[in-house]
T-cell receptor, first 112, second 111 residues
Framework: EAQVTQNPRYLITVTGKKLTVTCSQN?????MSWYRQDPGLGLRQIYY???????DKGDVPEGYKVSRKEKRNFPLILESPSPNQTSLYFC???????????FGPGTRLTVT | RKEVEQDPGPFNVPEGATVAFNCTYS??????FFWYRQDCRKEPKLLMS???SGNEDGRFTAQLNRASQYISLLIRDSKLSDSATYLC????????????FGKGTTLSVSS
């Protein structure tokens, strides 16, 4: 089954404790993105990757890092999480920009 | 002007009603247009792409007006299961920023 998976689905952590949210897709897509979704603000892109070893900032990259060492994986790293990073996070992939994006199930992160 | 604007609603309609959502976009050079559906706390999923000639999928009809930079979604014979948030999505020609999402319009269908 074609899908995007994310882990963990739910995470409660404390300020400053490094965490990684994993994302994996099995569709051989080159383009992957991370979004955060907050009430009243909609989906905002954090980072994206056009291909292996190619990443770039989206609209709200501050406080986040990503890496793309393999085509299928695109982890999101929060080196020092803060409460304003409490949000619902989605990973997405697509064959190429402008095409339909497939989303993972989401990760609900709470930073206290 | 925001890149993609939608009426947030909520739209509260009875079963069987016809409801229309509108969306405007600011970049006249945008080339791809979509409607996504998002159920509460779940991931967005593609409902339908929007083509210049307009397109229909069952009870759903999408239309695009490039001159007015306007996209619409019409839902006929609403079902309870149509209750969700509908996201208008437009591609961005900025390098790598594939899709720009509107904030969504919430639909609630009641019996």
């Amino acid at each position: 089954e074609a899908q995007v998976t994310q882990n963990p689905r739910y995470l409660i952590t404390v300020t400053g404790k490094k965490l990684t949210v994993t994302c994996s897709q099995n569709m051989n897509h080159e383009y992957m993105s991370w979004y955060r979704q907050d009430p009243g603000l909609g989906l905002r892109q954090i980072y994206y990757s056009m291909n292996v070893e190619v990443t770039d900032k989206g609209d709200v990259p501050e406080g986040y890092k990503v890496s793309r060492k393999e085509k299928r994986n695109f982890p999101l790293i929060l080196e020092s999480p803060s409460p304003n990073q409490t949000s619902l996070y989605f990973c997405a992939s697509t064959l190429r920009p402008g095409y339909e994006q497939y989303f993972g199930p989401g990760t609900r992160l709470t930073v206290t | 002007r925001k890149e993609v604007e939608q009426d947030p609603g909520p739209f509260n309609v009875p079963e069987g009603a016809t409801v229309a959502f509108n969306c405007t976009y600011s970049n006249s050079a945008s080339q791809s247009f979509f409607w996504y559906r998002q159920d509460c706390r779940k991931e967005p999923k593609l409902l339908m792409s929007v083509y210049s000639s307009g397109n229909e999928d069952g009870r759903f009809t999408a239309q695009l007006n490039r001159a007015s930079q306007y996209i619409s979604l019409l839902i006929r014979d609403s079902k309870l299961s149509d209750s969700a948030t509908y996201l208008c999505v437009v591609n961005s020609l900025a390098a790598g920023t594939a899709l720009i999402f509107g904030k969504g319009t919430t639909l609630s269908v009641s019996s």
